[in-house]
């Protein structure tokens, strides 16, 4: 080939000005390309059908596209979804035309403008300054910067990777000061196994499982403590005795007294998506539009919670990997975990030994499901994730360390 021609696969801004600069292009000429050179499509749902006209219109005016339904045109559907294309600087010249206009388009010019700001920045959390406590503000100074690993330490007799081998209060601490050694950020202690299957248990019985364990964590390692719990009471006993975060499958739907708790302490929380529960959660999961219905709840939640007092600077989400999916649909899940970032909140994926990788690698058992893992950890990091939840803490950790270095240009 004469000119050695080839499509350029560039993700971030620093990566085409780097390229252009190869090129010896002058700096007001990439400030001038720059916004031509990323290219997005973004989705809306529900959109009345004049505002749809409209986008149409003032996207194919600005040199993008706006694709809807077929059925919009004749006027047969009185709403639909629309599909927006085009280059950043199409966006920010339609979007500019769509605030001047009336019907609501200002505010979706918002939305809009928010979905591609949050998908290309880090999310915004609290001031790590803020913190009394040096491992949670450790945690928040570095989302962004690097991925963040939450070692696993369940102490329950029945959870579906290491059930029963932490039962008691000195194997589990052992084991949560070796994953701090070995790399955590965050040790997630959890006193309920939330298998497909499983059945619920009481509050107290959590509590006694999950406070002396996080009570002498929280005196021993240089790691913050989550609990994994989706009960306020659980919660509550182990902040009081030195857990740092929430981690709630159920998004504080489960409990309605989680978000109380939650405003009370001004903690940071992961906000997970389950469909069902996790006694029903696996027997028939179903959704028209994965993605959509996911970020959807998960919006819908943050929501709920702000409203009621919390600082969304101190949510994290979590799409609920194995958390009512079929294997197809997790596997869609990693494919396309960035869009997840048009939320603006840190992303939190666990995929640690999840039956789907079994599945996929042609029904391995547990204990042999870990290049599986790393092949999810791996492509979780370039998909976006900003921590990752893993039983296998030291690998993982080097995972995490070689894919920041070619993701984050950290090294």
Same mark, same amino acid.
């Given at each position: ?38 290219? *997005? ?62 019907? =609501? ?41 690097? &991925? ?7 102490? &329950? ?72 719990? *989706? ?28 978000? &109380? ?25 179903? *959704? ?8 959807? *709840? ?51 994926? =666990? ?61």
């Amino acid at each position: 080939m004469r000119h050695n021609a080839r499509v350029l696969r560039l993700d971030s801004d620093a990566d085409i000005v780097r390229e252009m600069k190869l090129v010896n292009v002058e700096d007001a000429g990439i400030r001038h390309m720059l916004p031509k050179a990323r290219h *997005y499509m973004v989705k809306l749902e529900n959109v009345r059908r004049p505002i749809a006209h409209i986008l149409k219109e003032t996207f194919l005016s600005n040199g993008g596209d706006a694709a809807v339904s077929r059925d919009i045109i004749t006027a047969k559907i009185s709403h639909t979804d629309v599909i927006l294309c085009g280059t950043r600087k199409q966006f920010q010249r339609a979007c500019a035309s769509l605030l001047e206009q009336k019907f =609501g388009c200002d505010k979706l010019a918002s939305e809009i403008e928010s979905a591609i700001r949050n998908f290309d920045s880090p999310a915004e959390v609290p001031d790590p300054e803020l913190f009394s406590d040096s491992r949670l503000a450790r945690v928040f100074r570095e989302i962004g910067r690097r &991925t963040i690993v939450m070692g696993i330490l369940n102490v &329950t007799p029945d959870s579906f990777s290491d059930g029963g081998r932490f039962v008691q209060t000195s194997a589990a601490v052992e084991h949560g000061r070796m994953m701090a050694e070995q790399g955590a950020d965050i040790i997630d202690v959890g006193g309920e196994s939330t298998r497909p299957g499983a059945e619920p248990v009481d509050a107290a019985v959590e509590i006694d499982r999950v406070v002396p364990v996080i009570r002498e964590l929280a005196q021993s390692v240089d790691a913050a403590i989550s609990v994994d719990t *989706y009960k306020a009471d659980v919660a509550r006993a182990a902040l009081d005795n030195g857990a740092h975060i929430v981690n709630d499958i159920s998004a504080a739907s489960f409990d309605p007294q989680m978000i &109380t708790v939650l405003v009370e302490r001004r903690c940071p929380a992961i906000f997970m998506h389950i469909q069902g529960t996790p006694r029903d959660m696996q027997l028939a999961p179903s *959704y028209t539009d994965l993605m959509g219905e996911i970020c959807a *709840y998960l919006r819908g939640r943050i929501r709920v919670a702000v409203d009621a007092g919390a600082d969304e600077r101190m949510l994290m989400i979590d799409p609920g990997f194995g958390f009512g999916k079929t294997v197809e649909h997790n596997l869609e899940i990693l494919r396309r975990l960035k869009e997840f970032r048009s939320i603006g909140r840190p992303l939190v994926i =666990g995929t640690s030994r999840k039956s789907t990788i079994g599945k996929v690698l042609g029904g391995l058992p547990v204990e042999e499901r870990l290049e599986g893992t790393a092949s999810t950890v791996a492509l979780s990091i370039a998909g976006g994730a900003d921590i990752i939840r893993v039983h296998d803490v030291k690998e993982m950790a080097r995972v995490a360390r070689m894919t920041d270095a070619v993701v984050r240009h950290d090294w």
